[in-house]
């Protein structure tokens, strides 16, 4: 079976109602970055990041997949299919997607300060001072802040390399290093991006571009993969 990755970012979450960050009106505007979504931040401020997440979670509760989503998850019956997603939201998975990667971490988990690898739900919307993890640190949200590494960079690259079609839906491809994973198809990958606004002129003439929104683009497309691959 052929491989499909998907590259996925804030455009598609958009369209179940979560605010993007940098859209114009989009959270940024409300919040310095380095305030909410930096290390620093959180050993400055940590009621204020605690707030800000707990914000976003509870939104999240609220949103539901939408037709971009649902329109992904067709393409397993056909596919091998890869998600890999710059968005912290669980959109991807509620719609029935099997193989996500959060490449920024996930919103509805935290995480222990002194250990990495200990990571838990959250039960409800709501984290907590006071919660803390099996070894006695405070929990702190599961998100890659700026200045952090991206673990999962190295686990989503070997896939990309594999890729028989990329899918690039919902992100602007400014921010890095998540951007620089388009670098990894292979010379034969079919190349598409679905984005309702103009191209960039980054994106080379192997690009077959549908400037359309997720939630109607990616349905079209998904449709026009399986037919022709019967």
């Given at each position: 079976?052929?491989?499909?990755?998907?590259?996925?970012?804030?455009?598609?979450?958009?369209?179940?109602?979560?605010?993007?960050?940098?859209?114009?009106?989009?959270?940024?505007?409300?919040?310095?970055?380095?305030?909410?979504?930096?290390?620093?931040?959180?050993?400055?401020?940590?009621?204020?990041?605690?707030?800000?997440?707990?914000?976003?979670?509870?939104?999240?509760?609220?949103?539901?997949?939408?037709?971009?989503?649902?329109?992904?998850?067709?393409?397993?019956?056909?596919?091998?299919?890869?998600?890999?997603?710059?968005?912290?939201?669980?959109?991807?998975?509620?719609a029935?997607?099997?193989?996500?990667?959060?490449?920024?971490?996930?919103?509805?988990k935290?995480?222990?300060?002194?250990?990495?690898?200990?990571?838990?739900?959250?039960?409800?919307?709501?984290?907590?001072?006071?919660?803390?993890?099996?070894?006695?640190?405070?929990?702190?949200?599961?998100?890659?802040?700026?200045?952090?590494?991206?673990?999962?960079?190295?686990?989503?690259?070997?896939?990309?390399?594999?890729?028989?079609?990329?899918?690039?839906?919902?992100?602007?491809?400014?921010?890095?290093?998540?951007?620089?994973?388009?670098?990894?198809?292979?010379?034969?990958?079919?190349?598409?991006?679905?984005?309702p606004n103009?191209?960039?002129?980054?994106?080379?003439?192997?690009?077959?571009?549908i400037?359309?929104?997720?939630?109607?683009?990616?349905?079209?497309?998904?449709?026009?993969?399986?037919?022709?691959?019967?």
């Amino acid at each position: 079976m052929k491989r499909i990755v998907v590259l996925s970012g804030a455009g598609i979450s958009a369209e179940s109602g979560l605010r993007t960050f940098r859209e114009m009106g989009g959270l940024w505007e409300e919040y310095d970055v380095m305030e909410v979504a930096s290390p620093q931040a959180w050993h400055k401020n940590p009621e204020l990041v605690m707030r800000f997440y707990n914000e976003r979670r509870k939104q999240l509760y609220s949103a539901q997949p939408n037709n971009g989503h649902k329109a992904l998850v067709d393409l397993e019956d056909h596919f091998i299919v890869n998600i890999i997603t710059q968005n912290v939201d669980d959109l991807h998975e509620r719609a029935g997607s099997s193989s996500v990667i959060h490449l920024h971490g996930e919103l509805k988990k935290s995480r222990s300060q002194i250990d990495y690898n200990l990571i838990y739900d959250i039960d409800g919307w709501e984290l907590k001072f006071g919660d803390k993890c099996e070894k006695g640190s405070q929990l702190r949200p599961h998100i890659v802040w700026f200045g952090e590494e991206v673990p999962a960079l190295d686990q989503a690259i070997p896939i990309v390399a594999d890729a028989d079609i990329l899918i690039i839906v919902g992100t602007s491809l400014n921010v890095y290093p998540a951007a620089g994973l388009v670098n990894y198809a292979p010379s034969d990958c079919q190349l598409f991006l679905v984005d309702p606004n103009s191209i960039d002129s980054y994106i080379n003439n192997k690009v077959t571009f549908i400037q359309k929104n997720a939630g109607e683009g990616l349905p079209l497309l998904v449709k026009q993969l399986i037919e022709s691959n019967k």
